[in-house]
């Protein structure tokens, strides 16, 4: 599976974003799909999975109530849609098929204080 994130950028706090992961190569709407994130000088650290039908998410308890996660299996991609963004937020940010050992090319999110 190849995967090409999309749709970062600079926002205020309080503002928002939705990434896009496109996925191809491979079959998608069969796999678990994760979001990750890697802030500068931290480790990659896990910010939301969707299952293979989008029935069942989890998040990170730091995103949760302001990241939602969905997926369109017929577009092979996966969202992240964030809502009152904090400056902590900023990270690359990146999409991983479970269990998670293969990252494709991230997308730079920055939010401004």
């Known amino acids: 599976v190849q995967l090409q994130a999309s749709g970062g950028g600079l926002v205020q706090a309080g503002g928002s974003l939705r990434l896009s992961c496109a996925a191809s190569?491979?079959?998608?709407?069969?796999?678990?799909m994760g979001w990750f994130r890697q802030a500068p000088g931290r480790e990659r650290e896990f910010v939301a999975s969707?299952?293979?039908?989008?029935?069942?998410?989890k998040y990170a308890d730091s995103v949760k109530g302001r990241f939602t996660i969905s997926r369109d299996n017929l577009k092979n991609t996966v969202y992240l849609q964030m809502n009152s963004l904090r400056p902590e937020d900023t990270a690359v940010y990146y999409c991983?098929?479970?269990?998670?050992?293969?990252w494709g090319q991230g997308t730079l999110v920055t939010v401004s204080s």
């Open positions: 969707i299952n293979w039908s989008g029935s069942s998410t």
């Open positions: 190569g491979g079959t998608f709407s069969t796999l678990v």
């Open positions: 991983a098929p479970y269990p998670y050992e293969y």
